[in-house]
């Protein structure tokens, strides 16, 4: 995933979780933040930030915020539309490098049809895609996406903030797989070299509940860590979780 007309500036402050005050080459703008959660160990008055300048005159702001620099760990992506665009390209294989993961199938490689948005049960689930077994069989998959950006001594914790939302979609997985779907939990880590991921108890113990049930029933944790650049993100690694903390 690629992003146009990248300029880097300094935060200064963040009024609402839509907008951001900062600094392009020492003028004051007004942008807009490209992930509403809190990221307040992210937005740190005098942090590098990286944005995208747009030219469409009916927008409000001039720039989307969507990475920062964090002392100590590097370039974060912290745009939560990314998770799902990088996604939708390593399962049809539009990245470079194919990145493989392998537990008993093979993914993105054995996928044969994926489709964004799928409606099941009460919940718009992030990707349905069908793929080939190795005895040739193939399988109905619901996948759903989830991006990171929080990092707790080396390690991708999630969710930042509390998800009810987060809850109901696990609970429609679990739905899917009584009904005979493969279904997938992916965390995407947009921050360099980090694939250890645990639920964020302490912000909601709830989450943790229900993502420790889902993984006993069946539902296949992957974690996807990311390379990024200051105009760029795509998956590099990634693994099947076989323990969660």
Known sequence: MKYNNVVGGKFLSRPNRFIAKVEIDG?????????????????????????????????????DLFAVYKEGLGLINMDSQAPNKVVREWMEGKQKPHVRIEKGYCLPENVTMVKPEYTFGKSRIDFYFECEDQ???????????????????????????????????????EGALEEGYECFLAFVIQMPEILDIRPNDETHPAFGEALRRAHKKGIKILSLGCHMEKDEIHICSGKVIDELC
């Open 27 to 63: 003028k004051e703008e007004t942008v807009h933040v490209k992930n509403t959660g809190r990221c307040r160990e992210l937005l740190i008055p005098g942090a590098e930030i990286w944005l995208e300048h747009s030219d469409n005159p009916d927008r409000k702001t001039s720039y």
């Open 135 to 173: 005895q040739g069989n193939i399988k109905k998959c619901l996948m759903e996406v989830k991006g990171v950006t929080l990092e707790k001594e080396g390690i991708a914790c999630f969710p930042d903030a509390p998800t009810e939302r987060g809850i109901k979609h696990i609970r429609e997985l």
